[in-house]
C-alpha cells in the first residue's frame, strides 16, 4: 500500500495547473493542517488494519515549501501505522528556487529519499510563458543540489509548448539527463478547462502547437531518451532501469491500495471483502479549513467514500494498467467483461497486444489510450 499527501501551498499558481492548490501567504493554520494529516493517517489505518508500505509521496502543491519538522512527522506516521518489510520509497515533490534547494539536507534528515524536481522547462522564456518562478541557471543549481542531497532524482518537463520544436525539446531533455536524474517525467502541455491558460487559448492568445508538431515532438521525447537509456515504462514517465521507476507512482498504475490525505486528496482502499467489490474510492474535502474541521470532528478528512462497484474497478484498473509496458492481466477485467471479438479486431489494428493473458497497448499516447478503454468497455 502507497500513502500520498496533499500540500495545497504554492509560492505561485501556474496557469496552466487544475489541482487543488492555494497560494502560499504564510498562513497560520499550515501547522494545523500538518498535525490534521497525521491524525487522518491515524483514523485511515484502524480502517484499513495492517498492510504493507511502500511508498509515501509527498506532493502537492509544493510540499518542499513545508516545514522538514512537518514532513518528517507525517512520514514517521506513515511508517509507524503501516509497517515494512523493505524499503519504502519516500518522495517529495520541489521546485527549484533557491529558497527551496537550500533545505534540501533537512528533508533528506527527515525521511526523504528520492526528489520529484518541477522544472518543467529549460528555456527561459518558456519558463515565464508557463508562469514558473524560476530560471533556468535555478534549475540547474537545484538540481546539482538535489543529486548531492538524495540518492534519487526525477525530474519533471512539459513540451509542446506554443513555438516548441523538435530540435530544442531534445536539447532540454539531453540537459536534464546530464544533471544526473534516473527518471524523466515528461508532460505533454494540456489546456485544461478553467485554467488562466484555457483562457488565454480561448481569446486567441496562446495557440498550442497542431497535432503533427505534438507527434513529433512525442516521437523525439522517446528517442532522445531511448538513446540515454531510459524505458519508458508508462507513458508520461522514463526510467534508466526498472530499480529507478517510481514505486508510488506503479501503486496507482497496478490498481494497489493507497490512502489519501490532505485537503483534496484521492485514495483507493480496499475495505471489504475484494471479491464482494469492497474497493473505496476517497475524496478529501479540498478546502485547508473544511479539511481540518473535519478531521477535529470525525478523525478523517474524507468528503465523499464512494463504494466501488465490481465494474466500475475493472475499468479504473484498465485505465490505468493501459499506461504501463506491464498492461494489465486479462484475469483482472473478469467484472467488465472484456469482448472478446472486440479485443481481437483491435490486436488486428496493431493497437493492443495480448501475450501470457496480459493486455498491452501498443500505442500509449494519451488519446489513444482513452479510445482504447472506452472500446474494450463498451
Not at 483514523?43 to 511508498?55: F, I, N
Request: glycine fraction near 8%.
Amino acid at each position: 500500500m502507497g500513502v500520498y499527501v496533499h500540500w495545497p501551498y504554492c509560492a505561485r499558481i501556474c496557469p496552466y495547473c487544475d489541482f487543488n492548490v492555494v497560494r502560499d501567504r504564510g498562513q497560520p493554520e499550515q501547522a494545523a493542517l500538518a498535525q490534521a494529516i497525521v491524525r487522518d493517517l491515524e483514523a485511515q489505518a484502524a480502517l484499513t488494519g495492517p498492510r504493507r508500505l511502500v511508498s509515501v509521496f509527498l506532493g502537492g502543491g509544493t510540499p518542499s515549501l513545508m516545514d522538514p519538522a512537518w514532513a518528517a512527522e507525517i512520514v514517521d506516521a506513515a511508517r509507524r501505522l503501516w509497517p515494512a518489510d523493505g524499503p519504502v520509497e519516500v518522495t517529495l515533490e520541489a521546485n527549484p528556487t533557491d529558497a527551496e534547494a537550500g533545505r534540501y539536507a533537512a528533508f533528506a534528515q527527515a525521511g526523504v529519499q528520492r526528489l520529484s524536481l518541477g522544472v518543467q522547462a529549460l528555456d527561459d522564456d518558456a519558463l515565464r510563458l508557463l508562469g514558473r518562478n524560476h530560471d533556468a541557471a535555478e534549475a540547474r543549481r537545484a538540481a546539482e543540489a538535489a543529486a548531492s542531497a538524495f540518492p534519487r532524482l526525477s525530474i519533471d518537463l512539459i513540451y509542446a509548448r506554443p513555438s516548441q520544436t523538435p530540435a530544442a525539446w531534445a536539447a532540454e531533455l539531453a540537459q536534464a539527463v546530464a544533471w544526473g536524474a534516473e527518471h524523466v517525467s515528461p508532460y505533454q502541455l494540456t489546456i485544461e478547462p478553467g485554467t488562466a491558460f484555457d483562457r488565454l487559448v480561448g481569446r486567441g492568445r496562446l495557440v498550442p502547437p497542431d497535432q503533427d508538431l505534438a507527434a513529433a515532438l512525442y516521437e523525439t521525447t522517446q528517442e532522445t531518451l531511448e538513446a540515454a537509456g531510459f524505458e519508458a515504462y508508462e507513458v508520461s514517465n522514463h526510467a534508466r532501469g526498472p530499480a529507478a521507476r517510481s514505486r508510488h507512482n506503479l501503486v496507482y498504475w497496478r490498481g494497489q491500495d493507497y490512502v489519501g490525505a490532505g485537503p483534496g486528496a484521492h485514495g483507493r482502499l480496499t475495505l471489504g471483502a475484494p471479491a464482494a467489490g469492497g474497493r473505496a474510492a476517497t475524496y478529501a474535502e479540498p478546502k485547508v479549513a473544511d479539511y481540518i474541521r473535519a478531521v477535529e470532528r470525525t478523525g478523517l478528512g474524507w468528503r465523499d467514500r464512494e463504494d466501488l462497484t465490481p465494474r466500475e474497478a475493472a475499468l479504473e484498473r484498465l485505465l490505468m494498467g493501459l499506461r504501463t509496458v506491464e498492461g494489465v492481466g486479462l484475469d483482472e477485467l473478469a467484472a467488465l467483461p472484456v469482448d472478446p471479438a472486440r479485443l481481437t479486431d483491435l490486436q488486428a489494428l496493431g493497437l493492443v497486444a495480448v501475450a501470457d493473458g496480459r493486455l498491452t497497448a501498443t500505442m500509449p499516447g494519451r488519446a489513444v489510450l482513452d479510445r482504447l478503454t472506452a472500446e474494450l468497455a463498451a
